[in-house]
């Protein structure tokens, strides 16, 4: 977003409602050749996938906490064994990093969004969903908010995760690292599907997904400053949390919708469960796979 000043709330959202969306001047396409395409004056985004190469892109911008909202329609019908990428990462090996995958499935069976936080190169805090929808037919918009608090994951508005900042409990959380967005698709058919039972149908390839009105916008790298000095409408979302209603929200998709949590897996932690687990409030208990 480039708005040098925010006159107020109201203009700031109009303005974004224009600009928002332009890839030439957002992103910068990195792999797989004519694979990655921006058409449509700079509205629209493709990545494909064939037998030989998956295509990728990545924000121009770095931020240090941020906002990001990208509209996403997924590889349609058999789209087992691929898997499309919404992340923001900062660089190296302890790197930091916020992650949104979708792994793709058969058709007429669900995606898996597969979503994960990384802190100085250590995840293993994989929670994933079902959609209530059918993410391959439409557009569906799917959002990172990343402030000094906390990171909520949201599809079409409705929260599906809040990791919260527990510095506190001695849980990491990423607040050092300035971070880019990427967005991948590529072939994972070796885990992706069912544990990677079922292989991609390149019969079908090649596999396409399209990306349309994106908006990243958040405080640029260097010293921390004040939301009110990052730009766009930082001062308005860094101290966002959610509301009863939108707890309600989460609470409801996560009864229904996950199937998997780290926070329910006490197999995989044997020495006890990771502590921000016990802390963070409206996870779904018990159905561990
Ligand atoms: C694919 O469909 C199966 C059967 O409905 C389901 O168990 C699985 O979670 C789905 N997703 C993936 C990525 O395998
Ligand atoms: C584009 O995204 C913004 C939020 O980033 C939203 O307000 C707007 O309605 C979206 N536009 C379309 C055409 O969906
Ligand atoms: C909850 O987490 C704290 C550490 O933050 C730990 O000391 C305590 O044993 C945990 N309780 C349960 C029931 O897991």
Not at 83 to 98: K, M, N, Q, R
Request: net charge positive; hydrophobic share 40%; with cysteine.
């Amino acid at each position: 977003m480039r708005l040098a000043v925010v006159i107020s709330l109201t203009t700031a959202c109009m303005l974004i409602a224009v600009e928002a969306g332009n890839f030439y001047q957002d992103v910068d396409l990195t792999w797989g050749a004519d694979r990655a395409k921006i058409l449509d004056q700079g509205r629209l985004l493709t990545l494909s996938l064939d037998r030989s190469s998956g295509s990728g892109f990545q924000s121009k911008k770095e931020f240090l906490f941020s906002k990001i909202d990208i509209q996403l329609k997924l590889v349609p019908g058999n789209s087992a064994g691929t898997v499309t990428t919404f992340y923001l990462s900062s660089p190296g090996p302890a790197h930091d990093e916020i992650d949104f995958e979708f792994l793709g499935n058969v058709s007429g069976e669900p995606y898996t969004l597969h979503t994960n936080v990384f802190v100085d190169g250590e995840g293993n805090r994989e929670q994933q969903f079902h959609l209530w929808f059918d993410p391959s037919k439409d557009f569906h918009t799917y959002s990172i908010l990343w402030t000094p608090r906390r990171i909520i994951f949201t599809v079409d508005g409705v929260p599906v995760r809040d990791f919260k900042n527990l510095a506190k409990a001695r849980v990491a959380f990423p607040t050092k690292r300035p971070m880019r967005l990427y967005s991948s698709l590529w072939n994972a058919d070796d885990w992706a599907t069912r544990g990677g039972l079922v292989k991609a149908d390149w019969s079908k390839a090649p596999f396409v997904a399209s990306f349309r009105n994106f908006s990243g916008e958040g405080c640029p790298p260097g010293p921390p400053r004040p939301a009110a000095q990052c730009g766009g409408t930082a001062a308005a979302w860094m101290n966002q949390a959610l509301n009863a209603a939108s707890r309600r929200r989460m609470s409801w998709v996560r009864r229904r919708y996950m199937i998997y949590d780290y926070c329910a897996d006490r197999r995989r932690f044997p020495g006890g469960l990771p502590p921000e687990c016990n802390r963070t409030a409206h996870h779904r208990g018990g159905a561990a796979r």
